[in-house]
């Protein structure tokens, strides 16, 4: 499916939630609050990425299963942009689902930051987050990268091109990682 150019956004939420106690997904308030961020920044696209748990996904987003969740967040993080290379936009927006309080203007900031360099990510109060913006020329560079638990890290590690987008004063960028 082409969508219209523009941002692309990937919500990472594969992962079965070990520390959490369930899938992460199945908190449909942060499913929903990281698709409005994603679209309400200013993406065109957004791609839910599921593996170990299977749900409906609001709208305007669309579903993309990675069947090799279970290796980690480098299966999910490929399986989002494998289907992001078939729209037209760029660049990919890369969140995740348990940071709720990651809000449309977080991501529209880092998404004006990104600017000629492509590539931008947030920062909450000195600690790298997400969103993280990553222009379609990298994205290549990007997928040789992708090993076991490990996302963008690598990739972004030792650029001196990635801007850091302090967002603190908008929301705290921290994941939930239990229940209480």
């Known amino acids: 499916m082409t969508q219209s150019t523009g ?43 599921l593996g170990a748990a299977v749900v409906d996904v609001p709208a305007p987003a669309r579903a993309v299963v990675a069947e ?3 290796d ?7 399986a989002g942009v494998r289907a992001a290379g ?13 940071t709720p309080d990651v809000g449309a203007d977080v991501v529209a900031r880092v998404l ?6 492509g590539l931008a990510r947030a920062v909450f109060d000195g600690r790298p987050g997400h969103p993280v913006v990553i222009a379609r020329r990298y994205w290549p560079a990007l997928l040789e990268t992708l090993h076991g638990d490990e996302g963008a890290r ?19 960028g921290r994941d939930i990682d239990s229940i209480c």
């Open 7 to 49: 941002p692309v956004g990937i919500v990472l939420a594969a992962g079965a939630g070990t520390r959490f106690g369930q899938p992460k997904v199945l908190v449909a308030e942060w499913l929903s609050r990281a698709v409005g961020a994603l679209s309400d920044g200013g993406c065109r696209d957004v791609i839910v990425v």
């Open 68 to 70: 090799d969740w279970a």
């Open 72 to 78: 980690g967040m480098a299966a999910s993080l490929r």
């Open 86 to 98: 078939h729209a037209d936009g760029d660049p990919a927006v890369l969140h995740v689902v348990d």
């Open 112 to 117: 004006a930051a990104a600017g000629a360099s």
């Open 154 to 172: 690598a990739f972004l590690a030792g650029r001196d091109d990635v801007v850091a987008v302090e967002c603190g004063d908008l929301a705290t």
